[in-house]
């Protein structure tokens, strides 16, 4: 045949310096005239001014084979890339490469400080600082995209709303049967927000600040923790801190028929527990 193609199959590139023949005229000795004699490397002039590429074609004894393992790169190189059905036999340079290369399809930033998430400001915040730089850091070590970053701090955030919500509501249900069991107990509601009153002075006056008196904010941490909308949550607290609380009012004597507590009826009206 005549000389060789320089550039075969697109990326697959062959270079011949004569032509193709058996007797010597650029075969190889030995050869059938087309080029596939056991040295056939020999008489390529790329190959033969290319170690790296000589490597490469050496598994192939023949032209014929040559051409027929560039044909099935061509036709693999022009298909979609596809990763193996069993990863394990991936590297952790395969891997790491694909990470990188996912990274920056999905908008991974390059550093967890390229995360911008917002939290709107009228909404809980159920995560602090260093919360939010460790999930930082977290979805950058696990390659999530900016978007999908945000989106997991809105679902947090809309999580913490709901279970603020369900809370508030068992609470709500709670204070109002425990309110209705009390006034069946003490004569009606009236008797015993009355009551429920005397309980709240009375838990007013033990919420000292480091002074020793009564401070606003103890008071205020201390409320949000035992009644809601201003009635008592528990009933078992209620029942136990009535009787004190009355007598510390000097309201109806001590128990059994001791004596009063001797204190006035406004003792513990502090001004700065009603500033509401």
């Given at each position: 045949?005549?000389?060789?193609?320089?550039?075969?199959?697109?990326?697959?590139?062959?270079?011949?310096?004569?032509?193709?023949?058996?007797?010597?005229?650029?075969?190889?000795?030995?050869?059938?005239?087309?080029?596939?004699?056991?040295?056939?490397?020999?008489?390529?002039?790329?190959?033969?001014?290319?170690?790296?590429?000589?490597?490469?074609?050496?598994?192939?004894?023949?032209?014929?084979?040559?051409?027929?393992?560039?044909?099935?790169?061509?036709?693999?190189?022009?298909?979609?890339?596809?990763?193996?059905?069993?990863?394990?036999?991936?590297?952790?340079?395969?891997?790491?490469?694909?990470?990188?290369?996912?990274?920056?399809?999905?908008?991974?930033?390059?550093?967890?400080?390229?995360?911008?998430?917002?939290?709107?400001?009228?909404?809980?915040?159920p995560i602090d600082d260093q919360g939010m730089a460790d999930f930082?850091?977290?979805?950058?070590?696990?390659?999530?995209?900016?978007?999908?970053?945000?989106?997991?701090?809105?679902?947090?955030?809309?999580?913490?709303?709901?279970?603020?919500?369900?809370?508030?509501?068992?609470?709500?249900?709670?204070?109002?049967?425990?309110?209705?069991?009390?006034?069946?107990?003490?004569?009606?509601?009236?008797?015993?927000?009355?009551?429920?009153?005397?309980?709240?002075?009375?838990?007013?006056?033990?919420?000292?600040?480091?002074?020793?008196?009564?401070?606003?904010?103890?008071?205020?941490?201390?409320?949000?923790?035992?009644?809601?909308?201003?009635?008592?949550?528990?009933?078992?607290?209620?029942?136990?801190?009535?009787?004190?609380?009355?007598?510390?009012?000097?309201?109806?004597?001590?128990?059994?028929?001791?004596?009063?507590?001797?204190?006035?009826?406004?003792?513990?009206?502090?001004?700065?527990?009603?500033?509401?």
């Amino acid at each position: 045949m005549d000389k060789w193609i320089k550039k075969l199959f697109g990326n697959v590139v062959f270079f011949a310096d004569g032509d193709a023949g058996g007797d010597g005229d650029g075969s190889g000795a030995g050869g059938d005239g087309d080029g596939n004699s056991s040295d056939w490397q020999t008489q390529v002039g790329y190959l033969k001014d290319n170690p790296e590429a000589l490597k490469t074609f050496a598994k192939y004894t023949s032209l014929d084979e040559a051409f027929k393992g560039a044909h099935e790169a061509i036709k693999m190189t022009g298909q979609p890339y596809k990763l193996p059905s069993d990863y394990s036999k991936l590297t952790d340079d395969q891997k790491a490469e694909i990470k990188s290369s996912v990274a920056g399809l999905y908008d991974v930033p390059e550093n967890p400080d390229g995360y911008d998430l917002k939290i709107a400001k009228d909404k809980p915040i159920p995560i602090d600082d260093q919360g939010m730089a460790d999930f930082k850091i977290f979805c950058k070590e696990n390659n999530v995209p900016k978007d999908v970053a945000q989106k997991l701090v809105d679902f947090q955030v809309g999580s913490i709303e709901r279970l603020n919500q369900t809370r508030e509501d068992i609470i709500k249900d709670m204070t109002q049967k425990n309110f209705e069991a009390f006034s069946k107990e003490v004569g009606g509601d009236s008797a015993a927000v009355l009551r429920m009153q005397w309980v709240r002075e009375f838990l007013q006056s033990q919420c000292l600040g480091e002074d020793g008196k009564p401070d606003q904010e103890v008071w205020e941490a201390f409320e949000k923790r035992i009644m809601y909308n201003d009635r008592m949550i528990e009933l078992p607290l209620l029942r136990a801190l009535s009787k004190a609380a009355q007598l510390a009012r000097g309201e109806g004597g001590a128990p059994d028929g001791g004596a009063g507590s001797g204190q006035g009826k406004g003792i513990f009206n502090y001004p700065e527990m009603n500033q509401r």
